[in-house]
């Protein structure tokens, strides 16, 4: 499975999803900018993406009207590190109210892997943020034990981007 993401003007992006149909494909914004989502077990169906395999998934791309882009980039060397404690993962997050999907995303052309989450809102995702469940599942982070301590994996600082589903849609 792949997942194959696009940015750019909200209306040229809503334009091409027209084109394409909505089977497997959605369309997020944030001001100015938009975000086209689409899952496949092919390439992508428009011409510039960032694309990834689906490490890990979880629910419905289409189940929710917040997305989290969770951008990690991983040195060469860490790549296995990363791979092996996302997959070993708490998964408390499919539990929580509000979650729609989770897909841990490797990426086929640079450096930074996503965690994409999926909410019914914006709510939701920090109704997650501040549960007990998201504290044990984030325990680790910060001590001895935790992968952000560890030497050579992260090649530069992560960063959150966030979009909604349009309200006219």
């Not at 510039?48 to 060469?76: C, H, K, M, Q, R």
Request: net charge negative.
């Amino acid at each position: 499975m792949n997942i194959h993401v696009t940015y750019g003007d909200p209306a040229a992006l809503k334009a091409i999803q027209h084109g394409l149909g909505d089977e497997g494909i959605v369309l997020m914004e944030q001001g100015n900018e938009a975000v086209l989502i689409q899952e496949n077990d092919g390439s992508a169906s428009f011409a510039e993406a960032d694309s990834y395999t689906v490490l890990d998934a979880s629910g419905d791309i289409s189940d929710g009207s917040f997305a989290v882009f969770n951008n990690i980039p991983v040195t060469e060397e860490g790549r296995e590190l990363f791979e092996q404690r996302f997959m070993g993962r708490a998964r408390k997050i499919e539990d929580t109210e509000g979650f729609g999907a989770i897909r841990v995303l490797r990426p086929l052309e640079n450096d930074t892997y996503v965690i994409l989450t999926i909410w019914t809102g914006e709510q939701a995702f920090h109704n997650w943020q501040t549960s007990q469940a998201y504290e044990q599942a984030h325990q680790k982070r910060g001590t001895d034990e935790g992968i952000d301590k560890k030497p050579n994996i992260f090649s530069r600082p992560s960063f959150v981007t966030t979009y909604k589903k349009p309200e006219h849609a």
